[in-house]
């Protein structure tokens, strides 16, 4: 079950790196991306996950770890963004931008998943065909879920096709509420996952980097669900602080156990005002240093999660 209600999951996917480093192909679009320092990054990001995949498991959440393998697959860390599990038995396959990345699709992977976590598959929508075509969607990096109002919140980007998302949300039965957010230099931010988050009780937006069009709306449709909406800034966000991910886990004694994930560069980063409404949310936050996976990758831990939801 997912022990926090429809939101939270008790189960997650993480892929442990083998050959991580900078990619040159998805740096294109990925201005959180930064090379250099090449020597000992791949030995680094393996030791950071391991650690992180630890944490997770000593507060009780189920953790499927799967090995990456050859071919060199540098972001295969970030699973969320080829597939996705739903607690209708639904698996999603999502079209990426990068060609590099297509490789992390690995059915093997699918098959683990349901062994170790006692996930049943009853329906595959595959959507990777949309890539001919050049439209993508890459997963819970171009949506952000609320799962208990069935609203995905998708910024357009190179990566977040309008037409694929609608397809999406029709297929899972969302509303869809898109809209437009960009950096301080004017480009549309790669992913909605760095843009914000939605948990239980509270979600986090960098309202100043979205669209003034949509802005007053994408709030209220937050505010309109019960969240406590906290607004960061673009600096926060620029450390991510707008990718995290609300999991659980159950505890005999105490029940739900809710852990707010975030990374040690957000918690740095965030004022104490907003640490203290969203921790005031939760249980537990968690908050691992995965410094080399950020500024090479280009992602934070929302992005190494791939959420399982069971019935």
């Known amino acids: 079950m997912s022990p926090a209600g429809s939101q939270v999951s008790g189960a997650i996917l993480m892929v442990r790196p083998k050959n991580f480093g900078f990619n040159a192909e998805t740096a294109a679009t990925n201005r959180f991306q930064h090379e250099g320092g090449a020597a000992g990054v791949a030995a680094r990001a393996r030791a950071e996950f391991d650690a992180f995949a630890a944490a997770l498991a000593g507060e009780g959440v189920t953790v499927c770890v799967a090995e990456d ?175 995290m991910l609300e999991v659980g886990s159950w505890e005999e004694f105490l029940g739900d156990f809710r852990i707010l994930v975030m990374s040690r560069t957000a918690r740095r980063a965030l004022a104490p005002e907003k640490f203290e409404r969203l921790s005031a949310g939760v249980d537990q936050v968690l908050a691992p240093p995965v410094e080399t996976i950020e500024r090479h990758g280009g992602g934070s831990v929302r992005c190494m999660l791939a959420e399982v939801f069971l019935r």
Not at 148 to 159: D, K, L, N, Q
Not at 182 to 188: L, S, T
Request: one cysteine or more.
């Open 69 to 243: 393998a050859d071919p060199p697959r540098p972001d295969a860390v970030f699973p969320n963004n080829w597939v996705s599990f739903h607690a209708d038995g639904t698996v999603v396959l999502y079209p990426m931008q990068a060609v590099s990345r297509r490789a992390e699709r690995r059915a093997g992977i699918v098959e683990q998943v349901a062994r170790d976590t006692g996930f049943v598959v009853r329906r595959t929508l595959d959507l990777t065909n949309h890539e001919k075509e050049g439209r993508f969607l890459e997963g819970t990096g171009s949506l952000v879920l609320d799962h208990v109002s069935r609203i995905a919140y998708a910024c357009r980007s190179p990566r977040t096709d309008e037409a694929v998302a609608h397809q999406w949300a029709g297929e899972l039965g969302y509303a869809l509420e898109l809209f437009d957010a960009r950096d301080a230099g004017g480009a549309p931010i790669y992913h909605t996952n760095v843009v914000m988050h939605v948990g239980t009780r509270s979600a986090v937006v960098a309202l100043d980097n979205v669209a003034a069009a949509d802005r007053e709306r994408v709030a209220g449709r937050l505010a309109s669900t019960g969240h406590d909406v906290v607004a960061i800034t673009e600096a926060e966000m620029n450390a991510f602080a707008g990718n």
